[in-house]
């Protein structure tokens, strides 16, 4: 993201998206990939965005009354702000025991809501909030590649940075995929970490880790 846009190093990913910002405005978060909430204030235009990764990783919660807006990037703080009882949202209870979660944009609490994943807010004047962006999380041509080219792709961008990197290593295909990913297209050193959960001798999860390892001539 730093490279093909011309943004100054640094070893932020905030920052990162505040360079990106002040270069090419909100429609910058439109190039954002990963996991990803917060709330830009744009000081020259004299707005207020609020955003969300289109998978909805990371969470934003808003409260609106007439005492003003509200935001947290966790339940519990917003819920504590505001120091009241909870009002219990009939609808959450009843999703939770039968789902396991809680769908959005609903909470436990009637007057707490998520913010809708993958979208651009623009909080207006009157505290009124308007989708202005949609946020896809994928180019156009990546729709078209196999499994395989899409994963290549995938872990090319996000294996990317500017420091050195540990990498804690299971024998699992997630953390394995990201060990091959990494030798291939890291350029900065990193450092696979293997933890030994055994009490007796090494366990077979580290010993697969290490030889994943030793195969890729790390």
Same mark, same amino acid.
């Given at each position: $993201?730093?490279? /093909?846009?011309?943004?100054? !190093?640094?070893?932020?990913? &905030?920052?990162?998206?505040?360079? %990106?910002?002040?270069?090419? %405005?909100?429609? *910058?978060? &439109?190039?954002?990939? +990963?996991?990803?909430?917060? !709330? ?9 965005? *609020? ?16 005492? +003003? ?6 339940? &519990? ?5 505001? =120091? ?15 789902? +396991? ?8 609490? $009637? ?7 993958? !979208? ?27 499994? =395989? ?11 990317? /940075?500017?420091?050195?990197? +540990? ?7 997630? /953390?394995?995929?990201? $060990? ?7 350029? &900065? ?22 030889? /994943?390892?030793? !195969?890729?001539?790390?």
């Amino acid at each position: $993201l730093i490279e /093909s846009h011309s943004l100054p !190093v640094t070893n932020s990913d &905030t920052k990162v998206i505040a360079n %990106g910002l002040q270069k090419y %405005g909100v429609d *910058f978060l &439109t190039r954002l990939r +990963g996991m990803f909430a917060g !709330v830009v204030i744009d000081t020259r235009e004299n707005k207020t965005y *609020f955003f969300r990764d289109p998978l909805g990783e990371k969470p934003l919660f808003l409260h609106k009354s007439e005492a +003003g807006l509200v935001i947290s990037s966790e339940f &519990t703080a917003l819920y504590r702000i505001l =120091r009241r009882p909870l009002k219990i949202n009939p609808k959450a209870v009843t999703d939770y025991f039968r789902f +396991g979660y809680v769908q959005e944009p609903d909470t436990f609490d $009637l007057e707490i809501f998520s913010i809708k994943r993958g !979208v651009v807010l623009e909080l207006s004047e009157d505290s009124f909030l308007r989708e202005i962006l949609h946020l896809e999380g994928y180019d156009e041509n990546e729709t078209e590649l196999s499994l =395989r080219d899409l994963l290549e792709e995938i872990n090319r961008q996000v294996t990317y /940075s500017t420091v050195p990197t +540990g990498l804690a290593l299971s024998a699992g295909v997630d /953390s394995s995929s990201l $060990l091959v990913a990494m030798s291939r297209h890291r350029e &900065t050193e990193f450092v696979p970490i293997i933890v030994n959960v055994s009490k007796e001798g090494t366990s077979q999860e580290a010993l697969e880790a290490i030889q /994943s390892c030793k !195969v890729l001539g790390i």
